[in-house]
């Protein structure tokens, strides 16, 4: 079947500029991830949702950083007013249980 | 705060060689995986292990769980150069809910 998609694959943004990153998880996946991969920081996680709970913002870097699920199913992460360390690969995974699958990310450069 | 310790980081073998890489981590925890990330590539989940002498068995690589010692070894026999990749482990802590904690990641070359 299907895997976790992505979308854009790639994203060049100036400096300042706000960007909307997508997740298509697995259908029938309750949990939703976003994690982030940068050469300094090593992979990180940025944001839980399971369900209908009150999502784990407990990750998020900063307040520029924003996300959400509708219906259940896809997840957009808003990075706002963009800055040069938000360079990275931003990492989606879902899961029904606990093995969490992920998508091919989405590589984010701010210049 | 969970820490997950791999080493070595880097790694180049010989074909034919055996090695061993190594998770530690500093917390009680639930499950310990195993992922795999090839150059410009996602994750792709090798093992996941679930409880104490925990023994997993896929080819040429093979994951064990001492979850007394806080430790997960990665054994890899008579290696090929298509194991070449970034090999993380990464902890599921009872304290941190479903997120996963991973290590710094064991980039593994293996020469012909």
């Known amino acids: 079947g299907a895997g976790v998609s992505q979308s854009p694959s790639n994203k060049v943004t100036e400096k300042g500029k706000d960007v909307e990153l997508r997740c298509d998880p697995i259908s029938g996946h309750t949990a939703l991830y976003w994690y982030r991969q940068s050469l300094g920081q090593g992979l990180e996680f940025l944001i839980y949702f399971q369900g209908n709970s009150a999502p784990d913002k407990s990750g998020l870097p900063s307040d520029r950083f924003s996300a959400e699920r509708t219906g259940g199913s896809v997840s957009t992460l808003t990075i706002q007013r963009t800055q040069q360390e938000d360079s990275a690969v931003y990492l989606c995974a879902s899961s029904f249980y606990y093995e969490q699958y992920f998508g091919p990310g989405t590589r984010l450069t701010v210049t | 705060e969970l820490k997950v310790e791999q080493n070595p980081l880097f790694l180049s073998m010989q074909e034919g060689k055996n090695y061993t890489i190594y998770c530690n981590y500093s917390?009680?925890?639930?499950?310990l995986y195993w992922y795999r990330q090839d150059p410009g590539k996602s994750l792709e989940s090798l093992f996941v292990l679930l409880s104490n002498g925990a023994v997993k068995q896929e080819g040429r690589l093979m994951a064990s769980l001492d979850t007394k010692a806080r430790l997960s070894t990665l054994h890899i026999t008579a290696a090929v150069h298509d194991l070449s990749a970034t090999y993380f482990c990464a902890v599921d802590a009872e304290t941190s809910g479903s997120r996963l904690t991973f290590g710094e990641g064991t980039q593994l070359t293996v020469n012909p």
């Open positions: 917390t009680t925890s639930d499950r």
